[in-house]
């Protein structure tokens, strides 16, 4: 089939990549002709392991191309596929001006009937408003589909080409049989529903991945108290089957750009219909206090005063195996320490570029690697779990700080590399490994 994808951010870029891969001829469309200048010679603008290969691959073959011509794109085209951004206003409701802009040029670039495709993540109501948008600037046939993209960052590619499913939103059967055949090679999983309840099920998934992520955390802050460990908790949970063991993973809470979007967002779609969501606002608010942990064990370990020393910290990206740091607990939290006369020294494999990028490159020491990091720090917090962190020798960490503790915002280490090391160590929800900072466990 003849594709184009009108954005070339994570969603877009990566979905083009993956439907050449499959055997369709696929355009990649952004107006920013510094990105599609980048991606012509070869280069990609996101850190997506396995994405630069793929992209070689499939432009070699000819069934790959990126350009800032929609124009041209959309009239080679039988499947326009709208993959901009929606980022937060400052309300928390979806800023749709970029879907809004794209759906116009789209209309006006039309030569033919086409299946006009929203992947972005958009409230309930849009691709209507989109259809009737579209309608007033063309007189050439077409039908709307909605396209919730279910994609990880970090595993983009897996998740994209081996999806658990696919949902399609369509109100002409045609249309939606087409959108099927262009699937059926990554799953037999697809489910085709009415265009609103394709909308809904995209905020509804991430909300309910937000709110185990948030759930698990409030019950490690609760075994901490208790004396349980939330690693066993959590195994023990995750066999039930009504349960599963995804997102049961204790630590300084979620980041990205979509669950701290796309909870807001549906809080926002909640209260615009006269409904109060009180169980997301509490998941937001779980989430929002639970990275501020790393600052509270500090300042007990120091007696309330941080001014002045040095914290290292591993970790800048909200997860690892991306560079994407919007909503990263380490903004937070290094805004935090520095606010507060810490001299910060960081590290992360990838994300660095584009922390600098959101945070800016004055009042934090910038190092080359883990090590440098940690050289002559007062304490270690890591807030992201690269995997090049789990494999440091603790004794070897501990030769190079000044004073030997560790703040382990993701629970990396075990009790095997902790225990025999002269670490003042914390993890989250795991209190018998704590050595130094522990919870009062109440006498039952």
């Given at each position: 089939m003849n594709i184009t994808i009108i954005g070339t951010g994570y969603v877009g870029l990566v979905s083009g990549v993956c439907y050449a891969e499959i055997g369709n001829d696929v355009i990649c469309v952004d107006k920013d002709p510094y990105k599609i200048d980048l991606l012509n010679k070869g280069k990609v603008p996101i850190y997506e392991p396995g994405l630069k290969e793929l992209i070689a691959t499939n432009r070699l073959a000819g069934r790959l191309a990126f350009t800032s011509n929609l124009s041209n794109a959309v009239r080679h085209s039988d499947i326009v596929i709208i993959a901009v951004g929606t980022p937060p206003l400052p309300s928390g409701e979806a800023n749709l001006s970029y879907i809004d802009q794209a759906a116009v040029e789209i209309a006006k670039a039309m030569n033919g009937y086409k299946i006009i495709t929203v992947k972005s993540t958009v409230p309930v109501g849009t691709n209507e408003r989109l259809a009737k948008l579209i309608k007033s600037h063309t007189n050439m046939a077409f039908d709307s589909i909605s396209l919730p993209e279910f994609l990880r960052e970090g595993s983009a590619i897996q998740d994209t080409l081996y999806p658990d499913r696919v949902i399609i939103g369509a109100e002409c059967q045609k249309a939606a049989d087409t959108m099927v055949q262009l699937h059926k090679p990554l799953t037999p999983n697809?489910?085709?529903?009415?265009?609103?309840?394709?909308?809904?099920?995209?905020?509804?998934?991430?909300?309910f991945l937000a709110t185990k992520i948030s759930f698990i955390n409030e019950i490690a802050n609760i075994c901490e108290k208790?004396?349980?460990?939330?690693?066993?908790?959590?195994?023990?949970?995750?066999?039930?089957k009504r349960i599963g063991s995804s997102f049961l993973k204790a630590g300084i809470g979620y980041g990205g750009s979509c669950f701290p979007k796309d909870t807001s967002a549906l809080i926002q779609i909640a209260g615009n219909v006269d409904y109060e969501f009180k169980l997301l606002r509490s998941v937001v608010e779980v989430n929002q206090d639970q990275r501020f942990n790393v600052i509270r064990k500090l300042e007990t370990i120091f007696d309330g005063e941080l001014n002045g020393t040095t914290i290292a910290v591993w970790g800048l990206?909200?997860?690892p195996n991306t560079d994407d740091v919007r909503e990263s607990p380490a903004l937070e939290i290094i805004q935090h320490l520095v606010d507060n006369g810490v001299r910060v020294k960081t590290y992360d494999p990838v994300a660095m570029e584009s922390f600098q990028s959101?945070?800016?490159?004055e009042g934090v020491i910038w190092c080359e690697d883990a090590m440098e990091a940690a050289q002559d720090a007062d304490a270690?917090?890591?807030?992201?779990?690269?995997?090049?962190?789990?494999?440091?020798?603790?004794?070897?960490l501990q030769k190079v700080l000044k004073q030997p503790i560790l703040i382990d915002g993701r629970n990396v280490f075990n009790e095997e590399q902790v225990l025999g090391t002269g670490f003042i160590y914390y993890s989250v929800g795991r209190p018998n490994l704590n050595q130094g900072v522990k919870e009062k466990v109440p006498a039952l």
């Open positions: 697809i489910v085709v529903t009415d265009i609103r309840s394709a909308e809904m099920i995209k905020y509804a998934s991430n909300a208790v004396g349980a460990d939330v690693t066993k908790v959590a195994e023990g949970m995750g066999y039930d990206s909200f997860k959101l945070f800016g490159k270690l917090c890591l807030l992201t779990e690269w995997h090049e962190f789990a494999k440091v020798d603790l004794h070897e």
